[in-house]
């Protein structure tokens, strides 16, 4: 299950962009992914959480960049003959043409995630 | 947040194609409940675990080889964005002689047909869950 989950290094950034959202996964400060029982909680609420660090899934965090950043994120399985993964992000238009390729579908998915909040950071200095 | 999971319908469909995952929930008779990763389907009919979309579309990759990309495009007549969804199927591909199969083969290029991200997700799963069915 923990590769649902977006690592702990981006789950930081999407804090520090702005991401308050319940999540399923909380990164306690210095440890490991958390998976919580019942309801999600809002673990970026620091007054109540301390130093916790609310963790999406990749799905949950696609979902956040498209609504609040309007940056939306396809991910595509290229037929070629080496069967890579690429990606793409528009915002209104195609944000940027990466040349980008990747081995599995996992780490294409994770390589754009990273391009996101970088873009998400250059727009939100 | 119960936007991450798979329908009842669609998790017992995946159930029956094999689905076989620790997931974050279940259903009983259709209604959710959340917990922890260590539920796995169990053999009881109307019990089955809730796969997020994340893990529907990983087992069809891994294990039906059928592919899929949620694309975002832009209608050439009102000029405003929506989604489509596309499916590839390696089974079927011998290099680049590609076969796929789009939400909307017909349209021109640019035209789409769902609003949001989550209808064409929902309706790209709804297609793997057919198409794997046939497979079998």
């Known amino acids: ?125 | 947040m119960n936007k991450e999971f798979v329908p009842y319908e669609e998790a017992l469909a995946l159930k029956e194609l094999g689905f076989d995952k620790p997931c974050l929930g279940y259903f009983i008779g259709g209604q959710l409940f959340i917990t922890s990763d260590t539920v796995y389907n169990s053999t009881e009919i109307r019990v089955c675990t809730a796969p997020t979309f994340s893990q529907a579309f990983r087992l069809f990759r891994e294990k039906y080889k059928l592919h899929y990309s949620i694309d975002y495009e832009c209608s050439q007549h009102d000029h405003k964005w929506g989604y489509n969804y596309t499916i590839y199927n390696y089974n079927q591909v011998v290099k680049t002689n590609e076969e796929y199969i789009q939400s909307n083969p017909i349209a021109p290029a640019g035209e789409w047909v769902y609003e949001t991200h989550e209808e064409a997700e929902l309706a790209c799963l709804k297609k793997l869950i057919e198409i794997a069915n046939e497979q079998q």
């Open chain 1, 1 to 125: 299950m923990d590769i649902e989950f977006v690592p702990s290094e981006e789950a930081l950034a999407l804090k520090e962009l702005g991401f308050n959202e319940p999540c399923f996964g909380v990164f306690p400060e210095g440890s490991k992914l958390v998976k919580i029982n019942g309801e999600p909680r809002n673990w970026n609420d620091n007054v109540i959480n301390g130093e916790t660090t609310s963790t999406p899934t990749f799905s949950q965090a696609f979902r956040w960049f498209r609504d609040k950043h309007n940056l939306h994120a396809v991910i595509m399985s290229k037929i070629t003959p080496s069967n890579t993964t690429v990606y793409y992000i528009y915002k209104g238009k195609i944000e940027k043409d990466w040349n980008n390729c990747f081995e599995s579908y996992e780490q294409a998915e994770l390589d754009c995630l990273r391009k996101l909040i970088e873009i998400a950071k250059a727009q939100n200095p």
